[in-house]
């Protein structure tokens, strides 16, 4: 069975410039999660999908940041415009159930 | 207080010792219990899950739920070092219909050979 996918693994960008990160979740896999990861800490949940809805985007900073699940499969998360705090790793997890399977990640860097 | 907690760590133990890794929550009501190692510049990869109190054993990892003391440990036998990560405790909240997971800071794990 094939893991979660992410792209890119890595990018770097000046601040005020725009990113997306996409995400291909395992197969029959219903809910898909970005969360953000800053160095030392716990993932931070960013958005949760059911499906194609949206269940929880308390925590999105819904001035710079959006995501979309179309078709219920893949994700893209975007960031427009970024600032510097928004350096941190970007990861994509998705369950069946409530076991969370993650991809690699996406390391952004905004100088 | 923090919706999930974990030792602060850094924890050192040496090889072949019993690591003790501990996570207290605050919402009674949780389901689901996770623990989750995530190597350096890696994505945190899924160890256990516990859902009713008591322990879980798989290998040299064990799970103990105690949902009235609303804590949950994870002990790892004869430690080695490829066990050296930071361990994420996560609690799912679900009370309606999708899960509601929480994630702890983690606790950094160090087996000294």
């Known amino acids: 069975e094939a893991g979660v996918a992410q792209s890119p693994r890595y990018k770097i960008i000046e601040k005020r410039q725009s990113v997306a990160f996409w995400c291909n979740p395992i197969s029959g896999h219903a809910t898909l999660y970005w969360y953000q990861q800053i160095l030392g800490q716990g993932p931070k949940l960013l958005i949760q999908f059911q499906n194609n809805g949206v269940v929880d985007d308390s925590q999105l900073p819904k001035d710079r940041f959006s995501a979309e699940r179309l078709k219920g499969v893949d994700s893209t998360l975007k960031i427009q415009p970024a600032k510097l705090e928004d350096s941190a790793v970007y990861l994509c997890?998705?369950?069946?159930?409530?076991?969370?399977?993650f991809g690699p990640g996406t390391r952004l860097t905004v100088l | 207080q923090k919706e999930v907690e974990q030792n602060s760590g850094p924890l050192s133990v040496p090889e072949g010792a019993i690591a003790s890794l501990n996570c207290t929550y605050s919402d009674r009501g949780s389901q689901s219990f996770f623990w989750y190692r995530q190597y350096s510049g890696k994505s945190p990869e899924l160890i256990m899950s516990i859902y009713s109190n008591g322990d879980k054993e798989d290998g040299r990892f064990t799970a103990q739920l105690n949902k009235a003391s609303q804590y949950v440990s994870l002990l790892i036998r004869d430690s080695q070092p490829s066990d050296s990560a930071t361990y994420l405790c996560?609690?799912?909240?679900?009370?309606?219909?999708?899960?509601?997971?929480?994630f702890g800071p983690g606790t950094s794990l160090s087996v000294i050979p």
């Open positions: 996560a609690v799912n909240r679900a009370k309606t219909s999708y899960d509601k997971v929480i």
């Open positions: 997890a998705s369950s069946f159930y409530d076991e969370q399977f």
